[in-house]
């Protein structure tokens, strides 16, 4: 199994740029799916990015298409959000998630969660 622990997170004013990072231990060589979910209050869950450990297309919400980067370093096991231009609206607690096998959109299918990092971004 995996565990995964999210870091970078804070208050930011809007306009303003925040990386997030998640660390990877433990079951490490297998390939997933890793994704960045965010939960704002009172919202459901929302897939924000995602990209396989294998390679491939990264996959981005239309509500962050051009301002967030997912990226990964394999060699240090760490998965990266880096967001820029950031809004009042992207306020949300972020999750990075696993999950064996392809890529899905929907947060119900991932399996593994890290225990999440708060973003606060001010007008």
């Known amino acids: 199994q995996v565990q995964l622990v999210e870091s970078g997170g804070g208050p930011v004013q809007a306009g303003g740029s925040l990386t997030l990072s998640c660390a990877a231990s433990?079951?490490?060589?297998?390939?997933?799916?890793m994704a960045w979910v965010r939960q704002a209050p009172g919202k459901e869950r929302e897939t924000v990015a995602t990209?396989?450990?294998?390679?491939?297309?990264?996959y981005y919400a239309d509500s962050v298409k051009g301002r967030f980067t997912i990226s990964q370093d394999n060699a240090k096991n760490t998965l990266y959000l880096q967001m820029n231009s950031l809004k009042p609206e992207d306020t949300a607690m972020y999750y990075c998630?696993?999950?064996?096998?392809?890529?899905?959109?929907?947060?119900?299918?991932?399996?593994?969660w890290g225990q999440g990092t708060q973003v606060t971004v001010s007008s």
């Open positions: 998630a696993a999950k064996g096998g392809f890529c899905a959109l929907a947060p119900r299918w991932y399996n593994i």
């Open positions: 990209i396989a450990t294998d390679g491939g297309p990264a």
């Open positions: 433990g079951n490490t060589y297998r390939t997933y799916c």
